[in-house]
């Protein structure tokens, strides 16, 4: 056993646990984590920084993220800089991260390859100080979470939903912004309805999109959809669900280690891992190096998501 369960603090979501899905699998996770382990449950309004810190002051040190891809970002952004590692029980809908590490989804599974798992040292990007693991983006995007928050508020959390969300967004999109984009230096003004800038490799896999490489070399990959009608943007939307979105004809692609953009809203809504909130511009993307110390599994308990 690699990790001791004695240093182990499990941070769950408050939704989790609220239907038997997840409670059931929390108590699986908690039953392999053994007695010594604890679980605390921060509630909707909490601090989560701050619950997190409280828990690195009582001294342990592996937090267990419960929950989706926004709770591991959130946990992930109270320990970066830190020396506390970061384990992740995937109970979200997508699960991007948990899955780009190879973890099990199961949560028994899960828990035993964080038992049994390796510290590793990451890169993280972030965005006006905001740290995020998978994406960011302005544009479009928030506003599908925007849609999609509203639906499982009404008709729960799902994968159906999530899409459903998507064609909503799109038959409703009005028009596109007007941004400027510096990356590394190099300024550009654009009309887009998205920029999406990316550091999952495995997301990337996921939709058959291009950009890997730059996740690879600690840079961000940068997405900039092509303007157009809302059927244009719906038929996009089909490419992308099919793998067959290309660079180059439906997108433009770029790489960069930093990057700022500014539009004319002076606080555009910005999506980062689910996550949406509004930022004062310019949106600064930065690279933070060796940044978070991660729990990755031994290849033997890792599985191809």
Not at 8 to 13: L, M, P, R, S
Not at 228 to 256: E, N, Y
Request: with cysteine; net charge positive; hydrophobic share 45%.
């Amino acid at each position: 056993m690699t990790i001791p369960p004695a240093t182990i603090c499990v941070v769950a979501n408050p939704k989790s646990g609220r239907n038997s899905r997840d409670r059931a699998a929390i108590e699986a996770a908690m039953a392999v984590f053994g007695a010594a382990a604890e679980l605390r449950r921060w509630h909707k309004g909490d601090d989560l920084e701050a619950f997190v810190n409280r828990a690195v002051a009582d001294g342990f040190t592996t937090i267990v993220a419960a929950g989706g891809d926004g709770t591991v970002m959130g946990v992930a952004h109270a320990l970066v800089g830190t020396d506390i590692s970061l384990g992740v029980l995937p109970l979200g809908t997508f699960n991007y991260f948990a899955r780009g590490l190879g973890l099990p989804q199961e949560p028994a599974e899960a828990a035993r390859a964080i038992l049994r798992g390796h510290h590793r040292k990451i890169a993280v990007g972030s965005v006006n100080g905001q740290v995020f693991l998978n994406n960011a983006s302005v544009g479009l995007y928030p506003s599908i979470l925007q849609e999609r928050e509203d639906i499982y508020a009404r008709w729960g959390r799902s994968r159906l939903m999530a899409h459903w969300s998507v064609l909503r967004t799109l038959v409703r999109f009005q028009r596109p912004m007007h941004m400027r984009l510096t990356a590394d230096g190099v300024t550009r003004d654009l009309v887009t309805p998205l920029i999406f800038v990316a550091r999952s490799a495995y997301q990337l896999r996921r939709f058959g999109l291009e950009g890997e490489q730059a996740i690879s070399d600690d840079r961000f990959a940068v997405f900039i959809l092509h303007d157009g009608t809302r059927w244009q943007l719906l038929r996009l939307t089909l490419r992308l669900a099919m793998g067959r979105l290309r660079a180059g004809r439906d997108i433009d692609l770029l790489t960069a280690a930093s990057l700022e953009v500014q539009t004319q809203r002076p606080r555009p809504r910005v999506a980062f891992d689910g996550e949406k909130t509004r930022m004062p511009v310019p949106l600064a993307f930065r690279i933070q190096p060796d940044a978070l110390t991660i729990i990755v599994p031994d290849p033997a308990d890792r599985v191809e998501a």
